[in-house]
Structure formats: C-alpha cells, structure tokens
C-alpha cells in the first residue's frame, strides 16, 4: 500500500515514518508539509492511504479532503480528541492521537489491510457504518451527549433495546447510540453477537454461565453480572451454536 504522511511538524512525520518501518506492507512515497502540498502530492502519486494532520497551517486537514475529487484512504493523526466524532463523519478509518503508540499503529494498518483484502468496510459516525460485518477485533466510535469512547466490540458484552435506541454495555459504561437492535443485528458478526430475545444482543465470548431456563428457555449470566434470558425460538439456536 502506498501511502502519504501530511503533517506540518517535520518531527512527526519523521516518527510516524520511522514507526510504519515495521509494516513492509505500507510504502511511504512521499510527505507534505501542509493542505496545499498535500492535494498536490496526492493528485500527483495516487496513494492508496494517507495519514492526515487535523491542525495545520493555513487550511486543516478536513478542508484538504473537501477539495479531492477522490479521497484515498483516511487515517487521521492528530494531537487532540476534540475532532473524533467528525473525523468519522468523514468516513476516515481511524483516529490516532500523538504521540501515536505503535500498538494503535499496528491496529490501523490491520484495518487498512482488511479493507484492501474487502474484508471490512469504512466506519461511520457512531462507528456503525452502513455495510459489512463488524467482529470483536472492530473498534468502533460511541457517543452519548457530550462523552465519547473507543470501544473494542471485543469488551462489548451486551446491546438492549430502548425503543429507537440500543444500550451499549462495556465496562462500567452504558451510554445510549441512537440504533435500533434489528440494524445492529444486521452489522454484527453473528458467529460473536447473538440475539438472544427481542431486547437483547449478547457477545458469545463474555458469557459466564449458562442455567437452564422456565419454558424451555436458558438464562444467560454475563462476565458484567446482567442476566439475560433466552426465548424458547432462541434456545434451539443457542444450542446448535454452542454445541450443547
């Protein structure tokens, strides 16, 4: 993959290029210092990936994408997490914040790889875009009002329904994403996230126990303590899963 580093701090390209020694895969052909030098540079190599400052002298990061007629792909790099939730309007594939550690590096050029493999798709506002699956190795965007989080779908242990809005439970958090539980269904990876009722949709991986149910039913007990009880419809499916 042949990618641009856009940053106006001569250090910080010269970092994130040091860094991105350690994936062969990622060719850096060239650097540009600001916007103007940046659409030049793309217009001129055709890069299939960019990593794009936010902040930069003259016109921001954003604005140069504005004035592309087609985009490459978008990581952005950038010293604040003012910009998260536009840098995914944008349908950027990720976020790092300076100074970028190199696990989040390897986690980016993962994504990049698997969206040049067409194994996954661009993520959107939210972190649900519109298409392609979403396993637990997906990190996705969550906001609620005025706090937002990087959530590994990996540590999300279950999503419940409240009316046109699904719950998101991680952690000690539980914010609110305005989805319905039949569109997440559609974008999680079945094989990890399963519907266990009409309320509820539970990550296989972080269930803690599993009793047997009134009605034929099961009940779920998740890693985060929730109980969950699985329809009779459900059930049967559950245990052709689970091999039970």
Not at 1 to 28: C, G, N, T
Not at 96 to 122: C, F, H, S, W, Y
Not at 212 to 239: A, C, D, H, M, P
Request: net charge negative.
């Amino acid at each position: 993959m042949r990618a641009i580093i856009i940053d106006d701090e001569r250090l910080a390209r010269a970092e994130l290029r040091k860094l991105l020694q350690d994936f062969p895969e990622v060719e850096v052909v060239d650097e540009a210092s600001n916007a103007e030098e940046g659409v030049q540079k793309i217009e001129s190599h055709n890069p299939d990936l960019i990593f794009l400052d936010i902040q930069m002298p003259g016109r921001t990061g954003f604005e140069m994408l504005q004035e592309l007629d087609h985009a490459p792909t978008v990581v952005f790099t950038t010293a604040y997490d003012d910009y998260a939730l536009k840098a995914f309007e944008v349908n950027a594939l990720d976020y790092l914040l300076k100074p970028i550690e190199p696990k989040r590096l390897a986690d980016a050029v993962e994504k990049i790889k698997k969206l040049q493999n067409g194994k996954t798709a661009q993520p959107a506002s939210s972190g649900f875009a519109p298409s392609g699956l979403l396993g637990e190795h997906d990190q996705v965007f969550v906001k609620d009002g005025e706090r937002c989080w990087f959530v590994k779908l990996s540590e999300v242990r279950l999503f419940e329904s409240v009316g046109n809005y699904a719950k998101v439970f991680f952690g000690t958090n539980k914010p609110l994403i305005l989805k319905s539980l039949n569109a997440l269904e559609e974008r999680l990876d079945p094989k990890i996230f399963f519907r266990a009722n009409r309320k509820h949709i539970v990550n296989l991986h972080l269930i803690d126990k599993v009793e047997s149910y009134f009605n034929g039913g099961l009940l779920l007990e998740l890693k985060g303590g929730e109980k969950i009880e699985v329809s009779r419809r459900q059930t049967v499916k559950f245990k052709e899963m689970m091999s039970l």
